[in-house]
C-alpha cells in the first residue's frame, strides 16, 4: 500500500515562494508519473503539475505556469512543488498523487489517472 505525505504547507504572503514535498512509502515511486493536485474552499479539485517517472518531462496548468516547478528525486521518493511569486487566488488545500500505470509515455493532468493520494497540505496566501 503506497503512502504519501504531503509537507511544507503554509500562511505566506502575496509575491512569497513555498516548497511543498510529498515523501512516499510502501511501494513503487521511481517508476511512476507523479502530479500535484490543488483544491480551493467551494471549487473542486484540480490540476497543478505533473511529472514523469524519470523526470524528463513536465506539465503544469497555465494558471501557476512560469511561478510553480515540480520536480523529483527518486533516490528519496520524493516529490516536490517550488512555488514562487504566490498569489491570494493560490490559496488550497495541495495534495500529491501517484499516476495509476508505470511508465506511462504522457503525462496525465485527469485526476482518474491517479489512484493514490496523500492528505493534503494547507497553502494560504494572504493579501
Known amino acids: 500500500q503506497v503512502q504519501l505525505v504531503e509537507s511544507g504547507g503554509g500562511l505566506v504572503q502575496a509575491g512569497g515562494s513555498l516548497r511543498l514535498s510529498c515523501a512516499a512509502s510502501?511501494?513503487?515511486?521511481?517508476?511512476?508519473?507523479m502530479g500535484w493536485f490543488r483544491q480551493a474552499p467551494g471549487k473542486e479539485r484540480e490540476f497543478v503539475a505533473a511529472?514523469?517517472?524519470?523526470?524528463?518531462?513536465?506539465t503544469c496548468a497555465d494558471s501557476v505556469k512560469d511561478r510553480f516547478t515540480i520536480s523529483r528525486d527518486n533516490a528519496k521518493n520524493t516529490v516536490y512543488l517550488q512555488m514562487n511569486s504566490l498569489k491570494p487566488e493560490d490559496t488550497a488545500v495541495y495534495y500529491c498523487?501517484?499516476?495509476?500505470?508505470?511508465?506511462?509515455?504522457?503525462?496525465?493532468?485527469?485526476?482518474?489517472?491517479?489512484?493514490?493520494w496523500g492528505q493534503g497540505t494547507q497553502v494560504t496566501v494572504s493579501s
Open positions: 498523487a501517484r499516476e495509476r500505470n508505470p511508465g506511462t509515455v504522457i503525462i496525465s493532468t485527469r485526476e482518474e489517472r491517479y489512484d493514490y
Open positions: 511529472i514523469s517517472w524519470g523526470g524528463g518531462r513536465k
Open positions: 510502501g511501494g513503487a515511486f521511481s517508476g511512476y508519473a
